[in-house]
């Protein structure tokens, strides 16, 4: 029995990059071998095991067929004739197929040290076609490494064209696509994620609601960019630049959909877009079955991201409503991210990103106006039920009116 690093691990270290998890393979054992010697075996399609102390995986090498179509479709071959090299030319990138034994001596057939070099991120060999996440797979490693200078190999994304246009991408399943959606979002070049499955055609495939607002203009006034394809990914670095966690990251990328369906003669402007696209972020949201917290803040920027930037204009009463719509009594945490949103977006445009957000302090002390007001002077009353409720609005309403005048 042999057992190498194999994958990230070995990519990041050669990188010079911290390495989190390291995954293993193992060479000519079995299952009952593996058993014997402790590891607990994990997942009921492939051969993985879980080391009986460190808990890291390991795999016994395999080969794999594709048999139909999407994930499901493949059967997998492990034996303990299958060697280190057929093992790894079945990955999907050549820097993610080297391997190394306890000494570091390095087994890269496919030259992945010549990719790392190169900066490329390239396919193994064509059987990539075989399982469409890996278009995603690269769109994010394309983010990730993007400050390190590489790209993705011109044939590479070919294939992945290929791949695009040929449905695939549509076997996939909401819960895999949506493990790559929120691990790209949360790299540093978030946006050239979304820019990688644009090139491939992907986009379109997997999310054309976003595909739609690349040609599609703003005002240059408010949007020296003036696409908004543009815009949204200057929102997306800025998130990424100032550490938004994936709520409001998610949020970003969606805020906008709205403009994608304005009437060309109406371009450049978007009335009612916040309203407009609500549908299509809720679409979205449930194609990709998105955690709750994304969903809901992604729905509520979409519609409230405009008050946001007009927080200093708005009268009390609208201030109000916009308090109460996201229950900042109850949830300040999500309502802080809104904020950092609306932020994002604002900082999100050609030449802006410096400008100074007096709205994101506006919103924070209005929200700790109509937090502050007392309810125990007005059970005092007699106010019950339904009254209480108008009460305690009439009297946030007017803490609201008296913090718009000191400010
Ligand atoms: P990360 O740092 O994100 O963990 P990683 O390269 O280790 O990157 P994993 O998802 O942990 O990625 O997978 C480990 C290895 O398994 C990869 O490096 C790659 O060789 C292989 N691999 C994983 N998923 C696929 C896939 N869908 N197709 C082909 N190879 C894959
Ligand atoms: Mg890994």
Known sequence: MRIYKVGGAVRDRLLGKPVTDID?????????????????????????FLHPKSGEEYALARTERKSGRGYGGFTFHASPEVTLEEDLIRRDLTI??????????????????????????????????????????????????????????????????????????????????????????????????????????????????????????????HHPEIDTGAHILSVLQQAALHKQPLTVRWACLLHD???????????????????????????????????????????????YHTHGHRALELKPSTLLELLQSFDVYRRPQRFEEFIAACEMDARGREGLEQRSYPQADYLRGAATAARSIAVQPLLEKGFKGPELGEAIKRERLKALKAYKEQV
């Open 24 to 48: 293993w393979v193992v060479v000519g054992a079995t299952t009952e071998e593996m058993l014997a010697k402790g590891f607990r075996p994990v997942g009921a399609d492939f051969p993985v």
């Open 96 to 221: 993610n197929a080297m391997a190394e034994d306890d000494q570091q001596n390095l087994t890269d057939p496919y030259h992945g040290q010549r990719d790392l070099e190169a900066r490329l991120l390239r396919h193994v060999s064509p059987a990539f076609a075989e399982d469409p996440l890996r278009v995603l797979r690269v769109a994010r490693f394309a983010a990730r490494y993007a400050a390190l200078g590489f790209t993705v190999a011109p044939e590479t994304l070919e294939l992945m064209r290929q791949l695009s246009e040929s449905g695939e991408l549509e076997a996939l399943t909401p819960e895999r696509s949506w493990k790559e959606i929120s691990r790209a979002l949360m790299e540093d070049q978030p946006q050239v994620f979304i820019e990688v499955l644009r090139a491939c055609g992907a986009l379109k495939v997997l999310m054309p609601e976003v595909d739609a607002l690349f040609g599609v203009p703003q005002p240059p006034a």
């Open 257 to 303: 959909l709205g403009k994608g369906l304005t009437p060309e003669e109406e371009w450049p402007r978007h009335i009612a877009h916040e309203f407009k696209g609500l549908k299509l972020i809720k679409a979205v949201n449930e194609r990709f079955k998105a955690p709750r917290d994304c969903q809901e803040l992604a729905m509520l920027v979409g519609e």
